[in-house]
């Protein structure tokens, strides 16, 4: 079975801190992608990469960067975390013109 | 602008019967049509992908019709069950991605959220 990992189920960051979200899939999938979910808002696509060292914005990439150094791995960065990014946020990975496999979430709250 | 609708209020559908969700898109031509379940607090999990060039797609009690004149997907689930009640994501492809190179950016609808009662 595929398997997408994230590296914290809940996270409490201050206004400003720059923090830091992990996600490790084990299917060598090329494409990798950082969701975020709100109520009413659905998920919306922040970044995505088709390879090592690649990457695209999605439709809402503005206070956040990503990087993907190896193929299995792909973080997401928040510069200066704001109260307006308190979310879930999903991470998925892909072979092309396939479904998806979604980690199982990151609760980030932003106080 | 780019745009898919489901549903936006709580679906209840009877155990046993058919439960019948709808997705429209408009401002689109998807190469292919998603759909996905979400439990709470938990990341999506695939159901079934249909290409354009399918009609119909079944799985188990699922079954997904796509109607690209229409722009429209129905996804179907037959003799019901209270655990089949979850959320219900619809997505689509963006054909040539933000990239332009056929990259696989997804975009969602916001989902239906079916109520399976005993």
């Known amino acids: 079975d595929v398997k997408v990992t994230q590296s914290s189920r809940y996270l409490v960051k201050r206004t400003g801190e720059k923090v830091f979200l992990e996600c490790v899939q084990d299917m060598d999938h090329e494409n990798m992608f950082w969701y975020r979910q709100d109520p009413g808002l659905g998920l919306r696509l922040i970044y995505f990469s088709y390879d090592v060292k690649m990457k695209e914005k999605g439709d809402i990439p503005e206070g956040y960067s990503v990087s993907r150094e190896k193929k299995e791995r792909f973080s997401l960065i928040l510069e200066s975390a704001s109260t307006n990014q308190t979310s879930m946020y999903l991470c998925?990975?892909?072979?092309?013109?396939?479904?998806?496999?979604f980690g199982p979430g990151t609760r980030l709250t932003v106080t | 602008s780019q745009k898919i609708e489901q549903n936006s209020e709580a679906l209840n559908i009877q155990e046993g019967k058919t439960a019948t969700l709808t997705c429209n898109y408009t401002n689109y031509s998807p190469a292919y049509l998603q759909w996905y379940r979400q439990d709470p607090g938990r990341g999506p999990v695939f159901l079934l992908l249909i290409r354009e060039n399918e009609k119909e797609k079944r799985k188990e009690r699922l079954k997904v019709t796509f109607d690209t004149t229409l722009k429209q997907s129905l996804f179907h689930i037959t003799a019901s069950q209270p655990a089949d009640s979850a959320t219900y994501l619809c997505?689509?492809?963006?054909?040539?991605?933000?990239?332009?190179?056929?990259?696989?950016?997804?975009?969602f609808g916001k989902g239906t959220h079916l109520i399976i009662q005993p």
């Open positions: 998925a990975s892909s072979l092309w013109g396939t479904e998806q496999y």
């Open positions: 997505a689509l492809d963006i054909l040539g991605g933000y990239s332009g190179g056929g990259a696989d950016g997804l975009t």
